[in-house]
């Protein structure tokens, strides 16, 4: 059965042949912010990732109520390995439904697709768009947005901005997180899995996604990708236009050596995506600032992080924190203070 509806909890984290942490971020964002409907995790032989969870057999999953088998691996290209396959199947006939956010649809492989049918079980895929979504107008409308925008892929955009809604919610402001990718589709259960859209309704659909509002509403837009990404740059650019911003926060991982998957280029400065993001982004709200600098410091100790972050600060001149880490309230003070 092919549905991209509601997907059942409680969930089973698949991490398959991961071969780092970093591939499993989909996995990772689950288990961060919806801890409660994760059951367990399933990991191959030489897979290098680890949620912390317990490790299960399908049966034990089973036993133990998960109802989705969600697949938590973020590959290159977002491909469904074969090594995958003997598991995926065994997971169906184990009664589980599957999720996915790859774009190698699980309803295009046709032995899933008849394991499915004979035994009843449902298929989600949840990067397939659900809505014909309009060609931008760049009208502005009203509300406010905060993009996040970075320095490279998988840098921590979505946890910045789900971090400033929860701060937002936390003093009683309005605010809505919007979801753009899979990651975040399946945390909320809502967004525009923006990157299988196709490129000329790109910003349509977030202007879809982030419509007319109260004056004191934000949307707080996960970014994709980055506009220095020779990969994946234009994601991030029909965020840039589609989404309108008011403010942008730039997102920044420090100890990296290269762009992800690309090992010839470097990351860019700061300094330099501030310059290229705000003028871009004026082309639409000529009046959008850029307020803040989220660092993903997971790989630094404190003492590290706290001296990197108060360096950031010093030079770029403006709040610089981990919100997950330490918390988002100064970027969230930082929007307040627009007004």
Same mark, same amino acid.
């Given at each position: 059965?092919?549905?991209?509806?509601?997907? /059942?909890?409680?969930?089973?984290?698949?991490?398959?042949?991961?071969?780092?942490?970093?591939?499993?971020?989909?996995? =990772?964002?689950?288990?961060?912010?919806?801890?409660?409907?994760?059951?367990?995790?399933?990991?191959?032989?030489?897979?290098?990732?680890?949620?912390?969870?317990?490790?299960?057999?399908?049966?034990?999953?089973?036993?133990?109520?998960?109802?989705?088998?969600?697949?938590?691996?973020?590959?290159?290209?977002?491909?469904?390995?074969?090594?995958?396959?003997?598991?995926?199947?065994?997971?169906?006939?184990?009664?589980?439904?599957?999720?996915?956010?790859?774009?190698?649809?699980?309803?295009? /492989?046709?032995?899933?697709?008849?394991?499915?049918?004979?035994?009843?079980?449902?298929?989600?895929?949840?990067?397939?768009?659900?809505?014909?979504?309009?060609?931008?107008?760049?009208?502005?409308?009203?509300?406010?947005?905060?993009?996040?925008?970075?320095?490279?892929?998988?840098?921590?955009?979505?946890?910045?901005?789900?971090?400033?809604?929860?701060?937002?919610?936390?003093?009683?402001?309005?605010?809505?997180?919007?979801?753009?990718?899979?990651?975040?589709?399946?945390?909320?259960?809502?967004?525009?899995?923006?990157?299988?859209?196709?490129?000329?309704?790109?910003?349509?659909?977030?202007?879809?996604?982030?419509?007319?509002?109260?004056?004191?509403?934000?949307?707080?837009?996960?970014?994709?990708?980055?506009?220095?990404?020779?990969?994946?740059?234009?994601?991030?650019?029909?965020?840039?236009?589609?989404?309108?911003?008011?403010?942008?926060?730039?997102?920044?991982?420090?100890?990296?050596?290269?762009?992800?998957?690309?090992?010839?280029?470097?990351?860019?400065?700061?300094?330099?995506?501030?310059?290229?993001?705000?003028?871009?982004? =004026?082309?639409?709200?000529?009046?959008?600032?850029?307020?803040?600098?989220?660092?993903?410091?997971?790989?630094?100790?404190?003492?590290?992080?706290?001296?990197?972050?108060?360096?950031?600060?010093?030079?770029?001149?403006?709040?610089?924190?981990?919100?997950?880490?330490?918390?988002?309230?100064?970027?969230?003070?930082?929007?307040?203070?627009?007004?």
């Amino acid at each position: 059965m092919e549905c991209t509806g509601m997907i /059942e909890t409680p969930y089973l984290l698949f991490l398959g042949d991961a071969p780092d942490p970093l591939a499993a971020k989909v996995a =990772q964002g689950i288990k961060d912010w919806r801890p409660d409907n994760c059951v367990g995790q399933f990991r191959m032989e030489g897979c290098k990732a680890d949620m912390k969870l317990q490790d299960m057999t399908l049966a034990e999953a089973k036993a133990a109520g998960a109802k989705t088998l969600v697949i938590g691996v973020a590959n290159r290209g977002g491909v469904i390995s074969p090594a995958w396959k003997k598991v995926l199947i065994a997971a169906l006939e184990e009664g589980f439904d599957i999720a996915s956010g790859l774009h190698n649809l699980l309803r295009n /492989e046709a032995d899933l697709k008849a394991v499915a049918e004979a035994t009843g079980r449902t298929l989600h895929d949840v990067r397939i768009p659900s809505v014909q979504y309009p060609i931008a107008n760049g009208v502005k409308r009203t509300g406010k947005r905060c993009l996040a925008v970075g320095t490279d892929c998988s840098v921590g955009k979505m946890y910045t901005a789900l971090c400033m809604d929860r701060e937002m919610k936390a003093r009683g402001l309005k605010s809505s997180f919007r979801a753009t990718g899979q990651t975040g589709i399946l945390i909320t259960g809502d967004g525009v899995p923006l990157d299988a859209v196709i490129a000329d309704f790109m910003a349509g659909s977030v202007e879809y996604l982030t419509p007319d509002n109260d004056d004191d509403h934000w949307d707080m837009i996960e970014g994709q990708g980055s506009l220095f990404h020779a990969s994946y740059s234009g994601v991030t650019m029909a965020l840039v236009h589609g989404g309108q911003p008011d403010a942008l926060v730039i997102c920044h991982e420090p100890t990296r050596e290269h762009m992800r998957g690309l090992p010839d280029y470097t990351l860019p400065s700061l300094q330099d995506v501030q310059d290229i993001a705000l003028r871009l982004a =004026q082309v639409v709200n000529p009046g959008v600032k850029v307020v803040g600098v989220s660092v993903n410091t997971q790989h630094m100790d404190e003492e590290t992080a706290k001296a990197y972050l108060a360096k950031v600060e010093e030079e770029m001149g403006m709040p610089a924190t981990d919100p997950y880490r330490y918390g988002a309230e100064s970027l969230v003070d930082a929007l307040v203070a627009l007004g």
